[in-house]
């Protein structure tokens, strides 16, 4: 199992930037996703996640206090991508993003975290 994330983004005050991640390899079921992201010396903190939904219903989201209402996350289950649409980004919003996903890789697996390599995105006053 790979995540591949999107690549590093840059934006002034109060833009806009979406980052992507594909989760690709032998996957059987995508449990809860997720975006972190650390900004040193801080440690890495939860962005935004979405929990394990079921047939009928999507999982519920979470947001960090810090960018609700500014942040957006969602999924794409059949291709299997996880997005981060970010608005109105803050210089504060400066921070390496990881992608995360808890994925089953067969019927009998609970299930592993996984992680993307970082995402730098900066934002500038």
């Known amino acids: 199992v790979q995540l591949q994330a999107s690549g590093e983004a840059s934006c002034r005050l109060g833009g806009s930037l979406r980052l992507s991640c594909a989760l690709t390899g032998s996957i059987f079921r995508v449990n809860a996703v997720a975006w972190y992201r650390q900004a040193p010396p801080k440690e890495r903190e939860l962005v935004a996640k979405i929990d394990s939904g079921t047939m009928l219903l999507s999982g519920s989201t979470h947001y960090a206090d810090s960018v609700k209402g500014r942040f957006t996350i969602s999924r794409d289950n059949a291709q299997n991508t996880v997005y981060l649409q970010m608005n109105g980004l803050k210089p504060e919003d400066t921070a390496v993003y990881y992608c995360?996903?808890?994925?089953?890789?067969?019927?009998?697996?609970?299930?592993?975290?996984?992680w993307g390599k970082g995402t730098q995105v900066t934002v500038s006053s």
């Open positions: 995360n996903a808890h994925i089953s890789t067969s019927p009998y697996d609970y299930g592993v975290n996984y």
